[in-house]
């Protein structure tokens, strides 16, 4: 079986305006291509994704077709444009509806679904803060489960100020981005195949049952103390 890699554009333009950060996708997801891997993305501002933090908002709430396909993937990529040094809105926003993930573990091992599968990200902007952005996504995407290989951030930054973005800068032809690309979509295929061949048996419930009887007794667990509070939102909607 094959392996899929999923995009996230983070774009803040909806279809069909041009998307820089479209483009520079275009260039990994090829590159994952020609090793045999899967493509598709997923333009988030095209998709009625609500604010929240939970899997599903209701009637017309995009989010859960496109969980679908996260949970589905074997490597996951956000890729964001920068404004005034930070991710796109809508990049925050898919990492705020990532987090309800966490109470979707495992039953037999308290894994999280975002668990054995490849992340990385993918940043464009005129500006500085690729670097930082970079981080903050990929520190949100370990936390969800996902592994993360090296060298697994791509970006592209013009000069400071107002200036042409990647496409009218010819930066297709720009070096480090290049590289940094071809080496991203080299590790993230191959850390996705060791994870396919050697799952993480990383058992988190027993692990935590055993921490939780050499812990003080009212330090509840975080994790399930948000499940728990999770699960009484749902069934209180539920009613």
């Known amino acids: 079986m094959s392996l899929n890699a999923l995009f996230l554009n983070c774009t803040l333009k909806p279809s069909p305006e ?3 950060t479209r483009a520079l996708i275009d260039r990994v997801a090829a590159l994952m291509e020609r090793q045999g891997v899967a493509t598709e993305t997923v333009r ?3 998709e009625s994704v609500g604010t929240g933090i939970s899997s599903d908002l209701g009637q017309g709430d995009g989010w859960p077709a496109i969980l679908e396909k996260v949970r589905a993937c074997d490597i996951l990529v956000i890729a964001t444009p920068i404004w005034l040094g930070h991710m796109s809105s809508l990049c925050q926003r898919v990492i705020e509806r990532l987090d309800d993930t ?9 894994q999280f679904p975002l668990y054995n599968k490849a992340g990385a990200v993918i940043v464009t902007g005129n500006e500085d803060g690729a670097q930082s952005t970079s981080s903050e996504v990929l520190y949100a995407l370990q936390s969800f489960g996902c592994t993360i290989p090296p060298n697994s951030d791509v970006y592209w930054v013009g000069d400071a100020g107002a200036g042409p973005s990647y496409i009218a800068a010819g930066a297709d032809r720009h070096f480090y981005t290049n590289k940094v690309a071809a080496w991203m979509a080299y590790n993230t295929v191959w850390m996705a ?6 799952p993480c048996p990383t058992d988190l419930s027993a692990l935590s049952e055993e921490m939780r009887l050499i ?9 399930e103390a948000d499940r728990q509070m999770r699960e009484q ?5 539920g009613s």
């Open 233 to 237: 939102a749902r069934q209180s909607a």
């Open 215 to 223: 812990s003080d007794p009212p330090k509840a667990d975080p994790h």
């Open 193 to 198: 195949q060791l994870l396919r061949a050697h």
């Open 102 to 110: 966490f109470s979707a573990y495992d039953p037999a091992n308290g």
């Open 18 to 20: 041009v998307s820089n």
């Open 44 to 46: 988030i501002a095209d």
